[in-house]
């Protein structure tokens, strides 16, 4: 927080007048309406190159129409409909949980932004447990999953939420434990140090160190976060063919909308974190190019990685429920245990 | 295996069930009794000469004052064909259940009873399958009046049709 | 050697399920479902994840197409038994065409015979390739059925060139067929034969053998040849089987016994011999076999005025027939009753998909929820002729 606070005095001197709680909290309130603002965004521009992605993938254009070039209007033009749409709640459903259930995926969504440094004075909290928060703070989501399948009050809707429910929680280990093969070589958990213990050039990218292992850490953390944001080919709670939708069958208009933008704001998420753990976060790849600030290279990492995620959902079917059991436990999770001694042992030996 | 032979066999064995062959016309055809059809039927699917282990259709006829249910075998192994058929009358039109023998049987059944209203004795599960479960009387008989309405949706309607259907 | 009656008996006592019982899960995968194949209602007694029975209610789609028929002309039929599997129109009239010839005697044009083998063979690749986008959707592989539809559009111009409509032809007369191919047709014929092959690669390398798709299908829903014939499977679910039985191999019809090509049978190579993976990797080289049938076609097109022999009323003398064609979904029965006037007696349709349905309550339980879906899409269905 203090970078911030330091950046916002440098900008405007009159705020050093106020009261300092009062300063502070204003401060905390401008960066967290940007981030919110940020997240809007985000999804409304991910959505519509998801479409584009996925149209050119398979042979057709997309949306072309509205805004004039290749319709970059269209999510706007999607989320104003949504907005006008009736609010259909269920005769039998749970009310307040299925009110509360967009607004708790939305949040645990946006809660995750607040660790992520944008450069090296932009975080909005530099906390030296980040890494810890932002784990626990995005399992939040999947209480918000829950509630949704269950106070819709769908048998296919609570089929959804439990496929998703089992899901999230399965692939929580593999990443954590990947991601404490990170830990291990940057010595901290706080995102800013290790963006930090990366500093050099290129090769100085945590994915490149002690070679090939942290890049099959690398590997196992990106398949386990398309499990965490529910993406193909682990799109079970949400599969179409089978359960219309999943979890938000029964959601109309607005409420719909959150879950979508908690979905696509949740896939920059997971793309951040391993940006920061394994990419380098902001910095950039040769020192020459540090003209270039920060945020630029964290938003372009970020976002070629969700390029490569929306990739393999247009090009790969899904699993079932229990080969995706079976991925996650007997895969997945041994494989990350032996990273982490491989690792353990290789760090302790060359130190 | 020709068809006068199958009839020969099966009459040896069933004697007054199999009443008659006609071989004249272009698909041959016997003709039995409606209440030992399921043991010519097994006879049919077992035994060596004949293994007729496909049942390729089974249809209902409606044949003015009877009902008639026709039967299409055909032997994967030996290559050959028969027609069996059976009738009915009206007023008790009961013939005895294939289903057991050819699994194909079970849903043809079905909807000879739905359409025709043909009662296939020991079926394990004899209800209407294209037609909703409480519709009344059976469609393609050749005297079947369509109902006014059905639970408030109208039927018929009001104009009446030309002759012979060419409109 | 006699049969045994070891089959897997079917749950009938679904239909009246116990509101007292709270253990099991009563699920209705109803008329509306993005992977039911159109209007079909499954009712299903799950635990948890686990199928313990399926029922199907079909007849959502009943148009009374028999009744239709004992009022029209012979003619008039044609039309009507389009709509019947509106994804493969020109084998369905196929069958009918030359039932009634067969009945009434009527002899056909050299040059409408290869005609009417060259649409229903571009017809069955055109349903195939239905079948494969759609199964794709349902395992949840977007991309493929993209592809297989942009193939599919080019073979559907054709044929709106040919007929003058997309899908629902009215192509095949009694006698002959309704129009001559155009100028360059059969050029454009071939023209797509060349282009299509290649893209069966594509579909291989997309589809057929990624990892998933194989966890998906393979040992799900196994039929065993014996059960498959029991309850009258045909066409490519019963290759699928092992079985090899193609119609127009076994039982030639039109002019197929002067045509090479190879009738393919399911091997297990991904797993069990009559899997979902067998049925789907028959229908995908049933396209290849196809494409040879056409380009042997196209080489020996006599000329000539294909409608020529197309009689202007349509005389059938008293009698019936059961004749039986092989179109993409298996064997499709006409049994058809004449009394010597303009219309006929009795017209039964004995729609392939309505036995290939029926063995869904036999291989159901034991499967997830998930495999339900890819047993039956694998299974090909198309509920307008199974409700006709």
């Known amino acids: 927080m203090e970078p911030l606070l330091k950046f916002a005095l440098d900008l405007i001197p009159g705020l050093s007048q106020l009261p300092h709680w009062l300063f502070v909290t204003l401060v905390a309130l401008v960066a967290a309406a940007v981030l919110f603002g940020f997240a809007s965004v985000f999804s409304l521009f991910a959505i519509w190159l998801e479409r584009k992605v996925s149209a050119h993938m398979q042979d057709r254009l997309g949306p072309m129409e509205i805004g004039g070039w290749h319709g970059w209007a269209q999510t706007i033009a999607d989320a104003l409909k949504l907005l006008m749409k009736e609010d259909i709640i269920p005769k039998e459903a749970d009310r307040p949980l299925f009110k509360m259930a967009p607004a708790i995926v939305f949040a645990a969504a946006l809660a995750s932004f607040a660790v992520i440094p944008w450069s090296r004075s932009f975080i909005p909290s530099d906390m030296n447990v980040g890494l810890l928060y932002i784990l626990s703070v995005s399992s939040l989501g999947v209480i918000a999953i829950l509630m949704g399948g269950w106070a819709s009050n769908n048998k296919w809707s609570l089929y959804g939420a439990m496929r998703s429910v089992s899901q999230i929680i399965s692939y929580e280990i593999p990443i954590s434990l990947s991601l404490i093969t990170v830990v291990l070589i940057s010595g901290t958990l706080s995102m800013q140090g290790i963006v930090h213990g990366q500093e050099g050039n290129l090769l ?3 994915i490149f160190r002690y070679f090939p292992f942290m890049f099959v850490a690398f590997v196992i953390y990106f398949i386990a976060s398309l499990a965490e944001v529910n993406r193909t080919p682990f799109d079970l709670p949400e599969a179409e063919s089978e359960l219309v939708a999943g979890f938000h069958t029964e959601y109309s208009g607005m409420r719909f909308a959150f879950f979508f933008l908690a979905e696509y704001t949740n896939m920059f998420i997971v793309s951040a974190i391993s940006t920061v753990a394994f990419l380098g976060g902001w910095l950039p790849p040769f020192e020459f190019l540090s003209f270039i600030p920060g945020p630029f290279w964290l938003f372009g990492k970020a976002l070629f990685l969700v390029f490569v995620q929306m990739w393999l959902r247009w090009t790969l079917p899904r699993l079932r429920v229990d080969q995706l059991m079976y991925t996650s436990w007997k895969v997945l999770t041994p494989f990350s245990f032996a990273l982490i001694l491989i690792v353990s042992f290789w760090r302790v030996l060359t130190l | 295996m020709e068809a006068k032979d199958i009839y020969q066999k099966l009459k040896d064995r069933f004697q007054d069930a199999i009443l008659e062959l006609n071989d004249e016309v272009l698909q041959p055809y016997i003709k039995v009794t409606a209440d030992q059809v399921d043991e010519i039927a097994e006879m049919l699917r077992d035994d060596d000469a004949f293994q007729f282990d496909y049942l390729m259709s089974l249809s209902g006829l409606d044949l003015g004052e009877n009902l008639g249910v026709v039967y299409h075998l055909y032997s994967m192994k030996l290559n050959h064909k028969i027609v069996l058929k059976t009738e009915v009358p009206k007023e008790k039109p009961d013939v ?72 | 050697m006699a049969q045994n009656n070891n089959f897997p008996e079917t749950r009938y006592e679904l239909i009246n399920p116990d509101p007292l019982k709270t253990d099991e899960y009563i699920l209705n995968m109803g008329p509306q479902h993005p992977s039911t194949h159109g209007v079909l209602r499954v009712l299903l007694k799950t635990d948890g994840e686990i199928v313990e029975a399926a029922t199907p209610y079909i007849g ?59 649409v229903a063979e571009l017809n069955r690749i055109a349903s195939h390739l239905v079948f494969l986008g759609t199964y794709g959707l349902d395992i949840g592989a977007f991309t493929p059925f993209l592809y297989a539809f942009r193939e599919r559009e080019r073979i559907i111009d054709l044929f709106e060139e040919i007929s003058g409509s997309r899908l629902l032809y009215n192509y095949i007369w009694i006698g002959g067929v309704a129009w001559d191919a155009p ?30 798709f194989i966890d998906r299908t393979a040992n799900v829903g196994v039929i065993p040849a014996d059960l498959a014939i029991n309850y009258g499977l045909s066409g490519p679910s019963l290759r699928g089987s092992g079985v090899k039985f193609d119609l127009r191999k076994n039982d030639p019809y039109c002019i197929y016994d002067r045509f090479d090509f190879d009738v393919i049978v399911g091997e297990g190579a991904k797993g069990t011999v009559g899997d979902s993976w067998d049925r789907y990797f028959v229908r995908v ?104």
């Open chain 3, 285 to 388: 080289q049933e396209m290849r076999e196809s494409v040879k049938i056409v380009r042997q076609a196209l080489k020996d097109i006599p000329d000539g005025d294909p409608k020529e022999k197309v009689p202007r009323n349509v005389r059938v003398p008293a009698g019936e027939i059961y004749f039986r064609s092989e179109t993409p979904r298996g064997e499709l029965g006409y049994y058809i009753v004449s009394n010597g006037g303009k219309n006929p007696v009795r017209v039964k349709v004995r729609a392939p998909a309505f036995s290939n349905l029926s063995i869904l309550p036999a291989i159901a339980p034991g499967l997830m929820v998930a495999d339900l879906v890819a047993a039956l899409g694998s299974l090909d269905i198309v509920l307008g002729e199974i409700d006709r």
């Open chain 3, 60 to 118: 959502y789609l009943h148009r009374t197409f028999e009744k239709h028929a004992e009022r029209m002309t012979w003619p008039q039929i044609v039309p009507y038994v389009d709509r019947m599997d509106y994804l493969a129109s020109m084998n369905n009239d196929l069958g009918y065409a030359l039932a009634v010839e067969k009945l009434a005697g009527i002899e056909v044009n050299e040059r409408a015979s290869y005609l009417r083998v060259i």
């Open chain 3, 183 to 212: 100028e360059g047709w059969l050029q454009k014929v071939a023209d797509f034969c060349d282009y299509f092959e290649p893209k069966i690669k594509e579909y291989n390398d997309l589809l057929s053998f990624n990892k998933i």
């Open chain 1, 204 to 206: 100085s990218w945590n």
């Open chain 2, 96 to 167: 005895k259940t294939v289903c057991h023998i050819w699994r194909t049987a079970d849903w043809h059944e079905r909807e000879a009873y739905d359409l025709l209203g043909i009662n296939f004795l020991n079926h394990p599960d004899l209800r209407r399958i294209l037609l909703p479960e409480d519709w009344e009387g059976h469609p393609l008989r050749k005297d079947y009046q369509p109902p006014k309405s059905w639970h408030g949706i109208p039927v018929t309607l009001e104009k009446e049709e030309d002759e012979d259907g060419a409109k």
